[in-house]
């Protein structure tokens, strides 16, 4: 399917919108619901979190979402250049001991740029105060286009029914009383990207086990 997904798989030209990281595919079944006249597919290399997402969209009929298993490394033997016009990375691991396994370090984003389009936008939706701090300097630094950067959505005029979609995990961080964070942005295309060299705080709060994701509070 690479470079054919719209055509051949959906069987029309319309955009394509990627959620990497997809989880049980709350984005992508949601917005696929949302905007018909889009095509959406999620990312993740766990079958059973996708199997959530994918027979929902069966059981309700969404024709314009699909899922694949892989691991996001192997993105570009997926898509096609400039073949995806926005990238969703809901709630990424911030690994905060390893720049290179960060979704939005450079040496992902670089990875992005063979198949996002010109212009195309990432977004980014975060609870850790690490991942988001990490994300807005490296943005800066790099001087991409910043679309909406907000350290507390739901207080926020950044709100709507696109950023205001829920997952599984974001409503557990919620109950734990954790603001959640969002940034979105064009990239620009570069071999020289550039990464942040400054020291972030990092999050306390993952010594409550993010593997778990338990509903305790803080």
Not at 97 to 103: D, E, Y
Not at 198 to 206: A, I, L, M, S
Request: hydrophobic share 35%; charged share 25%; net charge positive.
């Amino acid at each position: 399917m690479k470079g054919i997904w719209a055509t051949h798989h959906f069987g029309n030209t319309a955009p394509v919108i990627v959620e990497l990281g997809c989880g049980k595919g709350e984005y992508s079944v949601h917005l696929a619901e949302k905007f018909p006249d889009k095509n959406f597919i999620g990312v993740d290399i766990k079958g059973a979190r996708i199997y959530t997402g994918a027979r929902y969209a069966i059981e309700k009929g969404v024709k314009n979402v699909a899922f694949i298993r892989s691991r996001i490394e192997n993105t570009g033997f997926l898509f096609g250049e400039d073949e995806i016009d926005e990238i969703w990375l809901p709630f990424p691991d911030p690994q905060q001991k390893n720049v290179s396994k960060r979704l939005t370090s450079t040496f992902y984003l670089k990875r992005y740029l063979n198949f996002l389009r010109p212009g195309g936008i990432i977004h980014v939706k975060t609870d850790s105060v690490f991942q988001f701090a990490y994300t807005s300097a490296l943005v800066q630094l790099n001087h991409f286009g910043i679309i909406a950067q907000t350290g507390d959505l739901y207080s926020s005029d950044q709100i709507n029914d696109v950023t205001g979609i829920q997952t599984f995990y974001e409503k557990q961080w919620l109950h734990r009383g954790i603001a959640i964070k969002y940034i979105s942005f064009v990239p620009r295309r570069s071999e020289n990207l550039l990464e942040p060299d400054q020291v972030f705080e990092k999050d306390t709060y993952r010594s409550f086990g993010r593997s778990a994701r338990n509903l305790q509070k803080i």
